[in-house]
């Protein structure tokens, strides 16, 4: 490479690119786009690698990766792409002005350091709780809501995992037959939790003894609590999906009640969706409006045993549904079943839409 100049050369297309697609194939006044220097903040950790992952398969423009994690992590190697990478500080980071940071190191981290990137200029994409419910921040699923971004955003929040695949599906549901009530029930993976939580599932599996992420044994049982408990007996959790599918949706109007379930898989979050709407539907047009709503797959075949499953989700980026059938104990209501990987769309996946977004609307460069 002479003179460390890359430029990326795209094909210009008079449509608009899909969803599936990286969002910085639009059309600039030149033709190009100038590829930037990215902080991914947790790096070291769970979602952080699988950020560097996704960001390397979706080939978005990185000239310069800035892996950040904790001070004990500073100055460890990192590779991607086949280049290694030293750990940098938090400040270190900041100090090198990337032009987003996506950060994905838990919720405290997240409000001490994001307002500093952001006070620097720096775009922040954040995959913690933190600012989820800032009136003042936009909560983002690209495939849903990428139009209430602006280039004045500087700290743009990443909803929780399981709301993000339940309103992807909701949505075109939504606009088409309005929804008055959603009953949701998770279950979901213990990658959701965390590496430590992963070898908890592991060890009691070979039935070595070791440190506990959970109160309780996760392997051969399930654990109907995810976060902690608040003053109306729902956990944080349930209280997120609630919340979240709300201003995800734009409709205060949408009732959401949740119970959220912590299951021994890997792969993805499942949830059994129950939706009231105010308009009846027939169920192949249902069908017919999510296989065409980008990211999303409908496997339905019951003949054939088809159906959505945290195996057949893993590593992939869609949102998959199926069981898709009426309630029959009420008028307009249907029942689903959506599978998501976790890691992927409810998070690192999701997180690099919305950089990818902003970099094809050329608000950051």
Known sequence: MQGGLVVLFIKISTGLPKMGRL?????TPKGIFKIMKVAV?????????????????????VTELLPVASERSVGKEIDFKGKKYKVVSMQDAIDAKPAVAIFSAGGNTSLEWAPKFAAAGITVVDNSSAWRMDASKKLVVPEVNAHVLTAD??????????TIQMVIVLKPLHDKYKIKR?????YQSVTGTGVKAVQQM????????????????????????????????????????????????EDESVKVTAT???????????????????????LDDVKALLSKTEGVVVQDDISNALYPMPLTA????????GRIRRDETQPNTLNCWIVSDNLRKGAATNAIQIAEYLSGKQYIS
């Not at 959603?182 to 998770?186: G, N």
């Not at 959220?260 to 027939?282: A, K």
Request: aromatic share 8%; proline share 3%.
């Open 41 to 61: 903040v947790g790096a070291t950790g769970l979602v952080g690698t699988k950020m560097l992952q996704v960001l390397a398969e979706r080939n978005f423009p």
């Open 202 to 249: 592991m060890n009691e599996r070979k039935g070595v003894e070791g440190e506990m992420a959970y109160k309780y044994a996760i392997d051969l049982n399930v654990i109907p609590q995810i976060d902690v408990f608040t003053d109306n007996a729902y956990t944080k959790e349930e209280m997120k999906m609630v919340k979240e599918t709300k201003k995800i949706l």
């Open 314 to 321: 893993h590593d992939k980026d869609e949102t998959f549904v």
């Open 153 to 162: 955003d500087k700290i743009i929040a990443n909803p929780n995992c399981s």
């Open 182 to 186: 959603v009953v949701v029930s998770t």
């Open 23 to 27: 969002f910085f194939n639009q059309k």
């Open 260 to 282: 959220c379930v912590r299951i021994p898989t890997m792969g993805g979050h499942s949830e059994s969706v129950n939706i009231e709407f105010e308009n009846d539907f027939n």
